[in-house]
């Protein structure tokens, strides 16, 4: 293969979405692959990248958990391959007010999202700041800017994620390692079902097409840039949730994300 360049990229949350599109990115940039998802289909996707020509391992592990991520991080060191780029993505979310969630439904979003990410990053980072060099993509939210009333914790995690990789990017300047987070809106992906959100105004909503969020967020960690918003209502958004109060943006995500105010 023409584009063939011995580098590797991992990529979490690749059986569908903005992470399968991720990892064809990086397919046909030349990249081998890892990826990972909680899901059987993260095989499917490993025969659908495979056509690119490159070298596609996957496996199928749940990565909320810290053994979770240690077994991820294994199964790349058996590869004998350094990382040179990880796309974290693996991300959950869930709807419905708080006190009506299941309580391990909800901390499942928060160890998938949170723990097993911060764990993976801290394992593969590591290893990175050794050899000098790596980048790192930490899919976010634009979600992290904005109270998520119905989505409080999904929209904390996303928080989390947000302010961690402005943090951490810091932590790494002058080592070699870069710190990209992509923080996309709505999404045209399987999150809202997952999330049971399908009789949401957003969930019914017109959404990006996850092909054109990952783009931009490639572009930008291959760039070397701290952060992008993918698409420009939701750079609007993000403009305008730093300068409304936040009753008032807990107030607006209530609107199209209650339970029942979608058309359906």
């Known amino acids: 293969m023409d584009k063939k360049i011995d580098k590797l990229a991992v990529v979490t949350g690749a059986s569908s979405g903005i992470g399968l599109e991720l ?9 081998d692959l890892i990826i990972a998802a909680d899901e059987a289909n993260i095989e499917t996707a490993a025969q659908q990248l495979r056509s690119s020509g490159i070298t596609v391992d996957a496996m199928q592990v749940d990565l909320s958990t810290k053994d979770g991520a240690a077994d991820f991080a294994q199964f790349i060191a058996d590869k004998g391959q350094p990382v040179d ?3 974290a993505n693996a991300g959950r979310g869930l709807g419905k007010g708080f006190l009506d969630q299941d309580l391990d439904e909800a901390l499942h979003v928060v160890d998938t999202n949170v723990t097993g990410t911060v764990a993976l990053i801290h394992t593969i980072g590591n290893q990175m700041r050794t050899r000098g060099e790596g980048k790192i993509l930490i899919t976010g939210s634009i979600a992290g800017f904005i109270p998520g009333t ?3 914790v999904y929209n904390g995690t996303k ?20 710190v ?5 809106g709505p999404t045209e992906t399987m999150f809202f079902e997952r ?36 698409g420009w209502k939701n750079k609007l958004q993000t403009v305008m949730a ?16 209650a339970p029942g105010t979608g058309k359906d």
């Open 23 to 31: 990892a064809k990115i990086a397919a046909a940039e030349g990249y």
């Open 150 to 152: 119905y989505q409080a």
């Open 180 to 184: 990209t987070c992509l923080m996309p």
């Open 242 to 257: 730093n300068v409304t109060p936040a009753g008032m943006l807990a107030e607006q995500h209530a609107k199209m994300a």
């Open 85 to 87: 780029i990880l796309l």
């Open 159 to 178: 928080s989390f994620l947000n302010s961690f990789s402005f943090a951490l990017r810091h932590e790494l300047k002058d080592t070699g390692v870069t």
């Open 195 to 230: 999330a049971d959100m399908l009789d949401t105004e957003v969930g019914q909503s017109e959404k990006d097409d996850p092909a054109d969020v990952a783009k931009v967020g490639f572009k930008a960690m291959m760039d070397g840039e701290g952060d992008v918003v993918a």
